[in-house]
T-cell receptor, first 114, second 116 residues
């Protein structure tokens, strides 16, 4: 158990809909990272938050947004869903400091858009 | 900018044979390097990491990797493969960004198959 909790584990929704994925980092970790894993794109970095502030942005679509709350949990919002958004979405967390020494991954949320 | 290249999307070995998974990186700053493993329907689990110090790093499950700065490589090895090693392996690099914050950049992954 990595200590990172993601909910829900599975999500099936229709095209055009909006979903929210939730991540609770390990206790004490300030950084949260979101990744998308799909068969054709591999593991793609989406966005990073550090102590409530956005710190790095990757290949995140404009239809997607995220935030980190004062209690450090994070949510990834996906809207106007398309079939191509079907993927495994991972959250990871790491501790304070200027460089990630180790990131701990959750079990992921498998999103299926039908 | 940082990037990672994993040579070989699929590697197949016999049980008991040497496992060698290749990873090359580029980084404009001294890198931190990682290998993660992903078993089917599971999240990523850290195998080992290099931050500073000894360039030969030992990880879990008998894996090790050597940081070679001159070759910008961080290849993963295991002397004797076991059936349970069948999984996908990801090499990752991190580096400092402005403000001291950072992200992990992953390679495309190498799927390891182990056959009897």
């Amino acid at each position: 158990d990595s200590g990172v909790t993601q909910t829900p584990k599975h999500l099936i929704t229709a095209t055009g809909q909006r979903v929210t994925l939730r991540c609770s980092p390990r206790s004490g970790d300030l950084s949260v990272y979101w990744y998308q894993q799909s068969l054709d794109q591999g593991l793609q970095f989406l966005i990073q938050y550090y102590n409530g502030e956005e710190r790095a942005k990757g290949n995140i679509l404009e239809r997607f947004s995220a935030q980190q709350f004062p209690d450090l949990h994070s949510e990834l919002n996906l809207s106007s869903l398309e079939l191509g958004d079907s993927a495994l979405y991972f959250c990871a967390s790491s501790g304070p400091g200027g460089r990630v020494a180790e990131a701990f991954f959750g079990q992921g949320t498998r999103l299926t858009v039908v | 900018a940082q990037s990672v290249t994993q040579l070989g999307s699929h590697v197949s070995v016999s049980e008991g044979a040497l496992v060698l998974l290749r990873c090359n990186y580029s980084s404009s700053v001294p890198p931190y390097l990682f290998w993660y493993v992903q078993y089917p329907n599971q999240g990523l689990q850290l195998l080992l990491k290099y931050t500073t110090g000894a360039t030969l790093v030992k990880g879990i499950n008998g894996f090790e990797a050597e940081f070679k700065k001159s070759e910008t490589s961080f290849h993963l090895t295991k002397p004797s493969a076991h059936m349970s090693d069948a999984a996908e392996y990801f090499c990752a690099v991190s580096g400092s960004f402005s403000g001291g914050y950072n992200k992990l950049i992953f390679g495309a992954g190498t799927r390891l198959a182990v056959h009897p």
